[in-house]
């Protein structure tokens, strides 16, 4: 072997040769920019998540911050230690140049899927639910970042229905003032605050909306501009046009005090949403019911 094939041979021996080392489950999930995988690691059986991204896409959304020196998915996630955020082991690139992310796999269900179902799972937990998304979203903003995809898609449900674990940090930005400027237009669109589709500077307060929605729909069934009507990606242009329907008009038995916190997540002025995810963590404090 000549000297240039034994550099590209060590170049190799540091990615990932998915087939020498995993065993993956045929049925992928696919994401906005990603396919997600069961994969279960041949020398020791032990069971993990593998996530592929997509080249072209990551490459034209990082394209967005050139000459900021963002951190890559991978950089980021790794940072998380919560027990209600999903824990990344490593990230890299495989053999055949295909960026990955290996993390836990968290057994269970996306809260999507439980409320478009209307699961019983869900019954009796729903407070408890709506902390843990709290508490998770205050970790990431206490290690700097604002996570900019808080959507029901993106909380896996344990099958108790008991705990819910943040997933996908693929739209994470870092929490300073180059990456909260005016234009970064990304995320799931019946979630995304007014200053992210009217292209206005952002904050970590955009978190916040979009997790006013979340339990909208998690209470409710609902979108709280499109009961009933339009949830296409044109319904978030009413985000700062036409107020919300109030939560107790959809469903009245909704304690009036989880009404108040999910109604003020949702206010097109952002100086008038909760200050923090730990002010939201604190509002929900002695509440055991979401019904009254």
Known sequence: MGI?????????????????????????????????????????????GLKFLDVEKLQAFEARFKGLKKPSEGEISLQFSHPRIVRTYEFGETVSGKPYILMEFVEGQGLNVLIQDKSPLLEGH????????????????????????????????????????????????????????????????????????????TDKRVDLFALGVTYYRLLSGEHPWSAGGDTSGMAALQHDTHPPTELLKVRPDVDPRIAKVVMQCLESDREKRPESADVVVRSLKGIEKAYV
Not at 29 to 42: C, D, K, P, V
Not at 136 to 159: E, K, L, Q
Not at 165 to 178: H, M, R, S, Y
């Open 126 to 201: 729903r407070v408890a639910l709506m902390r843990d998304m709290a508490e998770a979203i205050a970790a990431v903003h206490a290690a700097g970042y604002i996570h900019r995809d808080i959507c029901p898609r993106n909380f896996i449900i344990n099958p108790q229905g008991t705990h819910a674990t943040l997933i996908d940090f693929g739209l994470t930005v870092p929490d300073k003032a180059e990456f909260r400027q005016p234009g970064n237009r990304t995320g799931t669109p019946l979630y995304m605050a007014p200053e992210i589709v009217r292209r206005r500077p």
């Open 4 to 48: 240039l094939d034994k550099f590209k041979e060590m170049f190799r021996s540091n990615k990932l040769d998915v087939s020498a080392r995993f065993e993956l489950d045929r049925h992928a999930t696919s994401g906005t920019m990603s396919n997600f995988h069961l994969a279960r690691e041949i020398g020791t059986g032990k069971v993990f």
